[in-house]
């Protein structure tokens, strides 16, 4: 199974950027999907982009134009490049496989958005 470290959160203000990046272990990471998740105080924990073993991607319509997902193999990394951010935006930040294994989630990193 894939086990993740987030990285690369913080304060951002609003139409900044920031690069998350998912550090991931585990021989099946080049065949696994994967995905970066966010949650905010009170609401479910969504999907934000989603990245195949072979590099295709889906957004959530409110990121699509403004967040870039990537990976690469190599490094058994997954990143999240996040641009032209909104207050909407703050979250904790995590990533995992795309579905979610239930045992995968890491601590995540929170972004927070503000002026």
């Known amino acids: 199974q894939v086990q993740v470290v987030e990285s690369g959160g913080g304060l951002v203000q609003p139409g900044g950027s920031l690069r998350l990046s998912c550090a991931a272990s585990g021989s099946m990471f080049a065949i696994n999907a994967m995905g970066w998740y966010r949650q905010a105080p009170g609401k479910q924990r969504e999907l934000v982009a989603a990245i195949s073993s072979d590099g295709r991607t889906t957004y959530e319509d409110s990121m699509k134009g403004r967040f870039t997902i990537s990976r690469d193999n190599a490094k058994n990394t997954v990143y999240l490049q996040m641009n032209s951010v909104k207050l909407e935006d703050t979250a904790v930040y995590y990533c995992?496989?795309?579905?979610?294994?239930?045992?995968?989630w890491g601590q995540g990193t929170q972004v927070t958005v503000s002026s």
């Open positions: 995992n496989r795309y579905p979610p294994h239930w045992a995968s």
